[in-house]
């Protein structure tokens, strides 16, 4: 997935809210947009290089759109909507397995009481993909989620109840960055949702975790990152 251009590199002075931040661009500070609800507690911190995509609209009340931070020597895309350009772009390159012979990838698709990511048609097969973006790394483990998410776990049982009738169902993580070798439920924030995932797995869900390939200019999946469900694993 390409990046938007241009990118101007920043340094954060802190996180006003949720939805905006504040960020010191040159000699001047500018309001950004955070595309991205979740904590980021690690990565939005006092000092942090960023890098944001400057938008002029008189509309917005923010000058630009953060999208990554330079964490360690890592890069890390911190914009939800991301993830599932990133896998649609990835499925239709015939890279996620064990999808294969992909002919088209449909977005945001009517399913349960809301919406599926993607809809992926490979060979006679169609599958419902849930995906969901990972930016919390700890030791070189990706967790997720970093807060608790009643919407992720509704998603993850609607899919669990799909699988057991027979339908073809993945839940794919995107970890938005390349630091990480393995990724694992976040049990201890919240152990309904990694309940859940277990039990979806156990229903024949297919439960896939990829870290990614992350420039000023793409992000891109790469490896495969091995999955632990299990808190005792």
């Known amino acids: 997935m390409n990046l938007p251009r241009p990118l101007e590199e920043g340094t954060l002075v802190r996180r006003l809210n949720r939805f905006a931040a504040q ?3 040159g000699r001047g ?3 950004v947009h955070v595309p991205n609800t979740g904590r980021l507690g690690e990565l939005l911190v006092e000092g942090a290089r960023v890098y944001i995509h400057p938008v002029a609209d008189a509309r917005r009340a923010t000058r630009g759109d953060l999208l990554l931070v330079r964490h360690g020597r890592a890069l890390v895309s911190v914009d939800s909507r991301a993830p599932a350009a990133i896998a649609a ?4 390159s015939q890279t996620v397995p064990p999808l294969r012979g992909v002919t088209e990838v449909v977005r945001e698709v009517s399913f349960g009481r809301g919406r599926i990511d993607l ?3 490979a060979e006679s097969e ?3 993909v849930e995906v969901k973006g990972c930016t919390l790394v700890r030791g070189g483990v990706a967790i997720f989620p970093d807060a608790p998410t009643e ?3 509704r998603h993850v049982e609607e899919l669990a109840a799909f699988a057991a009738q027979g339908g073809r169902a993945m839940v794919l993580f995107v970890i938005q960055r390349s630091d990480a070798h393995r990724f694992r439920a976040n049990h201890e924030t919240d152990p309904r949702f990694a309940g859940a995932l277990a039990d979806a797995a156990a229903a024949g ?3 896939r975790a990829h870290t990614c390939r992350v420039t000023q200019r793409r992000v891109t999946l790469g490896p495969a990152a091995p ?3 299990h808190p005792t694993q």
């Open 23 to 25: 960020v010191r661009v």
């Open 29 to 31: 500070t500018w309001r």
């Open 89 to 92: 772009e990835a499925f239709l």
């Open 119 to 121: 809809c992926v048609r």
């Open 126 to 128: 169609e599958w419902l």
């Open 151 to 153: 919407r992720g776990r």
């Open 205 to 207: 869900v297919v439960i």
């Open 227 to 229: 999955v632990t469900l």
